[in-house]
């Protein structure tokens, strides 16, 4: 055998092929976006409207008018809309009675004892006695941020890559800030932003850990939120060395070291182009979904395709893993799918 064909024949066996898999649960309904917060729930808007599922077996939990929310996993207390909700025991805890078209952002605090809407004002209620103790007068119009400390001293409200914190006991102002935007986000963020750091701010306490390039290709900074002292800080001038992004490029995928913006891998295997890319949270696997309904999981570090998951046909409008790295859920315009992925 000559040399070039055992290098043809070794290349071809480095990677076993990928295994295929099969939807967990497949839940027929339309979404503009959806999410899995919890392996137990999944989250979808669509038509000024929030629907939540039970995520193993698909039956629909909660059905509410409005178009944003907030969830907390300890405790399963859910803001939809303008209601506030148990999800454990399925039930209405409390109608605000607030008009849902001037909601911009919504929060619960860790041990969901108060839940907040923000508007033009902001209103935190006592979700134990359901009565409102705080309103307060804002200078934002609908934010589309809210972060809230849990002993409800501080608040970081914000729009777009803007944000404030504030003292909430004397509405003095603490620091303005700017946060970047996050993949696969190509513009400002939006409520799809604020869905992500209401999940990420409820684990770590952190606003943003992600990094996107500026024009020049350069990394921009990361931004904490220190609620001891109310402060905004930077925790590191140029993203961690090990901080991995993705950017899509027509049909394949970069995955770049966020520090240096170097490319470390590209993921090929798409026959139309990438539109959404999701990093499982410990960051070991990425999954990309592209316009022909196809969904692949990778190897995050070696570019190694381990699943390709089989059941849509149409482009994939959500991608995302659940907390736990066990679950991903891939939402098209007329069908929600969850599947195992547990390597």
Not at 106 to 113: A, H, L, N, Q, Y
Not at 175 to 185: H, I, R
Not at 190 to 209: C, H, I, Q
Request: glycine share 8%.
């Amino acid at each position: 055998m000559s040399t070039t064909a055992l290098v043809v024949l070794f290349a071809s066996n480095l990677w076993a092929a990928p295994k295929r898999i099969a939807p967990a649960t497949t839940i027929n309904a339309p979404t503009t976006i959806a999410s899995i917060p919890d392996r137990r729930f999944v989250f979808g808007r669509y038509a000024q409207r929030i629907q939540v599922w039970h995520a193993p077996t698909g039956m629909l939990v909660a059905d509410v008018p409005g178009t944003g929310g907030a969830y907390n996993s300890r405790t399963d207390i859910a803001i939809l809309g303008t209601q506030i909700w148990d999800l454990n025991d399925r039930h209405l805890i409390l109608d605000t009675g607030l008009a849902d078209d001037g909601i911009g952002a919504t929060g619960i605090t860790r041990d969901s004892r108060y839940g907040i809407i923000v508007s033009s004002n902001i209103y935190i209620w006592d979700i134990q006695t359901r009565q409102l103790i705080k309103k307060a007068k804002l200078k934002w119009t609908r934010p589309s941020f809210l972060a809230i400390s849990e002993d409800l001293s501080y608040a970081a409200i914000g729009q777009g890559d803007i944000f404030d914190v504030i003292n909430l006991a004397t509405g003095k102002l603490l620091k303005t800030g700017a946060l970047a935007a996050v993949w696969p986000f190509k513009t400002r963020p939006s409520k799809g932003f604020s869905e992500f750091v209401e999940n990420r701010a409820t684990e770590f306490n952190v606003l943003f850990e992600y990094a996107d390039f500026d024009k020049r290709g350069g990394p921009r900074s990361l931004w904490k939120l220190d609620w001891q002292s109310g402060r905004v800080n930077i925790f590191a001038s140029t993203p961690p060395r090990n901080l991995l992004a993705a950017r899509p490029r027509d049909k394949k995928v970069d995955i770049v070291w966020a520090r240096e913006a170097d490319t470390r891998t590209t993921l090929i295997g798409h026959d139309a182009n990438v539109g959404q890319v999701a990093f499982s949270p410990d960051r070991w696997t990425v999954a990309t979904g592209d316009k022909a309904g196809k969904v692949l999981l990778w190897d995050a570090y070696s570019g190694e395709l381990l699943y390709e998951c089989i059941g849509g046909s149409e482009p994939i409008s959500s991608l995302g893993y659940s907390p736990d790295a066990q679950f991903l859920l891939v939402a098209s315009t007329t069908t929600i799918r969850v599947y195992a992925v547990t390597p």
